[in-house]
């Protein structure tokens, strides 16, 4: 059904990601700022912040976890004295309203941001009209310009925009159904799946995965 991904060896397209997963970039604005990406995976927002929106959460927990280390040590060495009083533990200082630890209900990083996002853009070709109005697609087409600039994990909004716009044409939003949007927006997170280095998708599949359920009846 879904066909292995071939990473390529070619020069980052995201800044963030290893040169091996990464395809090659148009953007050369990116190529060259070196800001965004740190050794650790980390990426930056453009004020230099870090970028939890950007940034996997293993390496948002690994920067955290670092960050928190001289405290751990400092707070060792004191306690050490009984003199000092000790703060209180991160048990004791929690309000009763907050949920508990199994919910996990954490800022998004970036892959949580984006499997929340490609139910919703696959959720939106499904229930696309079989035909689409001229109107119906001149707002979709709206709707994709603007979700291009202002998808909140900025590194993935500047290359899905450059996808879009490749000089061909091939890339832009084929709007006039479902069943070609569908097929498009399929594509469109394929893309991104392949510069991840994961496996591509089946796009025949796509109105299974995301609108009918599967024929096997696992959904019903
Ligand atoms: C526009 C956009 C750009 C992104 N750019 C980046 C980026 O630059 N760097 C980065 O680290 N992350 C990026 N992401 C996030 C990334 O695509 C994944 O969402 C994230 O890595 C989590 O991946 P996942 O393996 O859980 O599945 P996801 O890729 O989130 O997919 C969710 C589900 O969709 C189904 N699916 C998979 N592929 C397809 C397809 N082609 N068509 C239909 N259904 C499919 C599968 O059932 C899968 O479980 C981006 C997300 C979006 C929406």
Do not use: I
Request: charged letters at 25%.
């Amino acid at each position: 059904m879904a066909e292995e991904s071939q990473p390529k060896p070619f020069k980052p397209l995201f800044p963030h990601q290893p040169a091996a997963t990464a395809s090659s970039s148009t953007d050369s604005k990116k190529d060259d700022d070196s800001t965004t990406k740190l050794a650790n995976g980390l990426v930056l927002d453009k004020d230099g912040k870090p970028c939890r929106l950007c940034t996997s959460a293993a390496s948002w927990r690994a920067m955290t976890k670092q960050a928190k280390a001289p405290a751990a040590a400092a707070s060792t060495t004191t306690s050490t004295n009984d003199s000092v009083a000790k703060p209180p533990t991160s048990s004791e200082s929690k309000p009763t309203s907050l949920p508990a630890p199994t919910q996990n209900e954490c800022p998004p990083d970036v892959e949580k941001l984006g499997r929340s996002t490609w139910t919703l853009l696959h959720s939106m070709t499904a229930t696309y009209p079989t035909k689409a109005t001229p109107e119906q697609q001149t707002e979709m087409r709206s709707f994709l310009k603007l979700f291009s600039r202002l998808y909140p994990c900025w590194v993935c909004a500047d290359d899905f925009r450059t996808w879009m716009a490749e000089p061909s044409g091939k890339n832009e939003p084929r709007l006039g159904g479902r069943s070609d949007f569908g097929t498009w927006m399929c594509e469109a997170h394929n893309e991104v799946n392949r510069k991840l280095g994961k496996k591509e998708f089946d796009c025949r599949f796509w109105e299974e995965r995301w609108r009918t359920g599967w024929k096997d009846g696992r959904c019903d």
